[in-house]
């Protein structure tokens, strides 16, 4: 077992847990199912193929021997777009009702609410067999679909992973890699730092307790059949060294890093 590194951050991103029709909700914290999917389109898989497993890799790995660990270094200002869809296309374009219908002209345009995270950026820790982990990082290095954070509007700034390879990637996340936050550390104090765990934590108070639920576990990602099952999560708050803050020129700290330079 070992893990990969990702770093998603862009102008906006959109998580949907419970979004459907005209109103689409966003998620605080990426989720599974989106993940998985990204991992997916990285390969040039279908939605009908997303989840099947990997027979080429040995023991055949597939998504459930994922784990996934996200530090949440700034969570970004929740924002509310309103589309409008349908209208203006002529009555044989129009928008269809629930029997297949067209509806009325004059009701054959929708507002569409959707929900994005704006300036928000998360550090994400992947563990699971080692021949899945280096395919993984491999294809999102050049992806044969293209990639987002959620919603294709939502592009993902550079550098997307940040470590190919490493054997404790939870240690990385915690005392190595360079965290981006806006508002810099007013002194040496730690900085606290919210993390977001599909397995109890080590330090865990009730690890039969878990913070939260999310319907995150992807069952089926084919379109107009799509299922997911509820997962559990932990949430906590961790010390982290105000040192390892990027400063004005985030960039400059994350390249290093990758690197493997002295941060």
């Known amino acids: 077992m070992s893990g990969l590194l990702l770093r998603l951050a862009g102008p906006v991103q959109a998580w949907g847990e419970r979004g459907v029709f005209h109103r689409r909700d966003t998620s605080a914290f990426p989720t599974r199912s989106a993940l998985i999917g990204m991992f997916a389109a990285a390969q040039g898989r279908t939605r009908e193929h997303a989840l099947d497993p990997y027979p080429h890799l040995p023991g055949r790995p597939d998504h459930r021997d994922l784990t996934i660990t996200i530090r949440i270094d700034q969570p970004g200002t929740r924002y509310r777009d309103f589309h409008t869809v349908g209208g203006g296309y002529g009555p044989r374009n129009a928008l269809r009702t629930g029997d297949g ?15 994005y995270l704006i300036d928000a950026c998360f550090t994400v820790a992947v563990e699971g067999p080692d021949p899945l982990i280096a395919h993984i990082a491999e294809t999102l290095e050049q992806p044969r679909f293209g990639l987002f954070l959620g919603r294709r509007s939502c592009l993902p700034d550079e550098p997307l992973v940040l470590r190919h390879h490493t054997p404790d990637p939870i240690h990385e996340l915690k005392t190595a890699v360079p965290l981006t936050r806006n508002a810099p550390p007013r002194d040496d104090t730690p900085i606290p730092v919210t993390f977001v765990w599909e397995h109890p934590p080590p330090h865990a108070t009730d690890p039969e307790q878990p913070d939260r639920e999310a319907t995150s576990e992807p069952i089926d990602l084919t379109t107009g059949a799509r299922r997911h099952l509820p997962r559990p999560l932990w949430l ?5 060294p105000a040192g390892l803050h990027t400063g004005p020129r985030p960039l400059d700290a994350l390249a290093a890093y990758k690197l493997g330079a002295p941060v």
């Not at 219908?101 to 929900?115: A, N």
């Open 101 to 115: 219908t067209y509806r009325p002209e004059k009701e054959s345009t929708l507002v569409s609410h959707r929900d």
């Open 236 to 240: 906590t708050t961790e010390p982290f």
